[in-house]
């Protein structure tokens, strides 16, 4: 049974998402319809992109990957199908696509052309389903859009290194659900420029000397429990996407605070890191 | 399969619409369960209305609708089942198929008498659920309910006009998850009052002479991007239900702002069309 | 077909729920995936654990249930599988099932022990996953753990009964989407202490002598609607779960208020209910 995904800026009170589903199941009875995420913010290019990212290796090969945002038509904004690493993506050619293409190229890109025959308002629905459902009963994407070569380049999507690769700049691109916070710099990337230095990271006036791997690394699980005082600690760490984040533990942002309120961390804000000018230590980020 | 949708005012968090959903798998293995949205407000029969009726037509015939807002029982709030446009509806009789009602008349309403058996303070997972199933399984309404001729009326279903037919009052009946205000007043029945004439839409002290078709329509296209300045901008579309919209371009309540938060509208706050005394253009609504 | 549900802290937006919802199809594209709730407070075992409660006994037996809460394994915090009740229930040792297992003993309790080969800093995708996809196809617990003797304790789950029986302590355990205050003094738990004596329920300065079935139990449906003003009125019934629950009459904590916002009632903060010294009434408790 095919597997269509939903990734969108609907919000959990409208009835898009809800219209949305319907119109598959009318189209096509027998599909498996999985909700991604429809709390990206209003028109947030960057945060979708981050959020399908994580999500899309997950599924099964063959999985369509609906993305709703910013997805109205006009001649600045078309509209996309994508094959890549054997899973389907359907958006808009507005940047969506950017951090997963930047890592693994497309094997195909069309752009849509099916509109002619459709006047809509509501292009996720009118648009981007039947699209999905196409490619759910087997159909090729060069029926329903002409071959482009590459996708709208992406901002904010690679951080910045100096010319001596002494520093990196990186930027939030995401504030998770625990007020955690996503930077650009992957762990590769990081690696690659570290060769074995010692370094600092610096999210406005805190500092770090240490990347962990998982949050209870900095509990000190010899000193009693109530005598601890770790929740609330800032530290940093490789999430599980492979992303530098600066986390507070057992963040809450409406109690103990998290990384983004305790640290007055945003979107788009930039993280540094320092590296010292020579080698020092094998590898001060611990092995995975 | 059957399908079943829930829209209720249950949250995100609470437990209730997954018991409600492990209730109908209890009785009925093989159906498919979809949410239309559980983030209504609570007790809100206008954005239950509204949210239900812009949803239910992408759905196949034949499905059915269990709609869990204000649904405990008492002398002035039975239960109701709905068949109407093949859809069928299970509800309280408290105004919130009065949307839906005012624009196709219902095939046949019962109003549910099961609950001598069932003395419940759950009523959506105790007595819709059972409904919903007894139809699912092939089950007419006559055997949970007995025929009543009609539903209770709602509010604010239908705009003020004037008898020389120069001025819509009509009302904000949701707020979306764009900020978007939308108003009871429908295309058809705008254009049947403006008959080609001109006209200014008043929302508090912003004014609009034009209803556009798509949000996307105010900008000008042929300046430089980075010399537009159209986020944040107000404008006035026929949204994708037909309704009366009063939007922001690219609006985000957290950032450039909404509608809402920048014209200053709210649920229930009026919203007036005047027309010009005599015709003068065909028509200023664009073409759809 | 086998049915996994997820109930977790991973909150609506970020791509955790969807990353373990394409891990499952991965595995078994025969299965029925069900959000109960992904809105959890971050980290709180005890609203996690009341969620859990009252939304599992509606799920048809064999359902195994994914609990995502604080599950970082590391020295104290170790992942088990629990058989309950023809239920299974995945998640940390770290008190979660508390609320259920006081009532009800677990046929089986093990220590998951398939880490040494996986290194996951997403142990709810990498580990709670495959746990429940063993179960899924048959699986016994035995295969994926170690038969501990018992779980760890919860706090909170029992409220304090004075030596004389004239009063019961108890604590706010939950506040649910209508802003109501949820307590751990259950029914029968009630019943057994009070004896048919009169009492009275006290939240902060609020005075309550009576506990109704049903909301709508304090509304006079004799006076004409327009004259009534129950909207906002304070009131305590005994709620689907069986649980003692300070309410108020068709609240929105946006407009009327809520028992939280208008009593200033909080999670933790404790609710008392004084007894009277002798016996006065059969039953001051409306029968069911």
């Known amino acids: 049974m095919a597997i269509i995904t939903l990734t969108t ?6 009835h898009f998402a809800g219209a949305t589903k319907g119109a598959i199941y009318s189209e096509l009875p027998d599909v498996r319809i ?9 028109f947030n290019i960057l945060e979708a992109g981050y959020i399908i990212h994580n999500a899309y290796k997950s599924f099964p090969k063959g999985t369509i990957h609906i993305i709703g945002i910013d997805s109205e038509i006009n001649q600045e904004n078309k509209h996309m199908a994508i ?7 359907i958006c808009a050619n507005n940047g969506i696509m ?9 094997e195909k890109i069309v752009e849509i052309n ?19 459902c196409h490619i759910a009963r087997g159909g090729t994407l060069e029926v329903v859009g002409k071959t482009i070569p590459e996708i709208k380049p992406t901002k904010y999507i690679k951080p910045f290194v100096n010319d001596d690769k002494t520093q990196i700049i990186g930027n939030v691109i995401y504030v998770d659900n625990y007020g955690n916070v996503i930077t650009n710099i992957k762990r590769s990337f990081f690696e690659d420029i ?8 610096s999210a406005r006036n805190n500092k770090f000397k240490k990347i962990h791997n998982r949050y209870s690394d900095i509990v000190n699980f010899d000193i009693p429990e109530e005598k601890r005082h ?3 600690r800032g530290l940093v760490v490789f999430n599980s996407g492979g992303f530098l984040e600066i986390a507070v533990y057992k963040s809450n942002s409406a109690t103990v605070g998290s990384a983004s309120s305790l640290m007055g961390l945003s979107l788009m804000d930039s993280i540094t890191v320092n590296f ?3 080698s020092m230590l094998p590898n001060s980020v611990e092995p995975a």
């Open 83 to 89: 094959k890549l690493d054997d899973h389907y993506f």
């Open 9 to 14: 800026d609907f919000g959990e009170k409208d």
């Open 276 to 278: 010292s000018k020579e």
């Open 98 to 106: 950017g951090m997963i293409c930047s890592e693994i190229t497309p």
């Open 194 to 201: 570290q060769k074995g230095r010692t370094f600092v990271v």
């Open 34 to 42: 999985v909700d991604i995420s429809h709390s990206v913010s209003p």
């Open 230 to 232: 770790d929740e609330g």
């Open 114 to 132: 099916i509109h002619e025959k459709i006047q809509t308002s509501f292009p996720v629905l009118d648009v981007f389903v039947k699209v999905a």
